[in-house]
């Protein structure tokens, strides 16, 4: 099983930019298919961004479609989630994830099936 930590969290301000790192451990992330997810308060958990590392094909959700781009160093076993023109609305926990379907960049959460713990985002105004 794969272990995900993700990191690079934090304030911004609207209209910045945050760069997410997802470090993979135990498994290579060849394997899967990685995503990100987030998860504002009182809301279900929402598809960002998922990419096939083998062949760098890579989907978006419609939420921060334009603003995000997903991407992965498979030497580092990294999966790295660039978001700019962040917006208050963006704010929530953003959670890596893997799913064994290497090649399905399913946007569903109940398709993954190991998680990070999350990291925070927050965006003032």
């Known amino acids: 099983q794969v272990q995900l930590v993700e990191s690079g969290g934090g304030l911004v301000q609207a209209g910045g930019s945050l760069r997410l790192s997802c470090a993979a451990s135990?498994?290579?992330?060849?394997?899967?298919?990685l995503a990100w997810f987030r998860q504002a308060p009182g809301k279900e958990r929402e598809f960002v961004a998922a990419i096939t590392p083998n062949t760098r094909t890579t989907s978006y959700g419609d939420s921060m479609k334009g603003r995000v781009t997903i991407s992965a160093d498979n030497l580092k076993n990294t999966v790295y989630l660039q978001m700019d023109s962040l917006k208050i609305d963006d704010t929530g926990v953003y959670f890596c994830?893997?799913?064994?379907?290497?090649?399905?960049?399913?946007?569903?959460?109940?398709?993954?099936?190991?998680w990070g713990q999350g990291t925070q985002v927050t965006v003032s105004s």
């Open positions: 994830a893997a799913n064994p379907n290497r090649y399905g960049r399913s946007r569903s959460p109940t398709d993954y099936n190991a």
């Open positions: 135990g498994r290579t992330i060849t394997s899967y298919t």
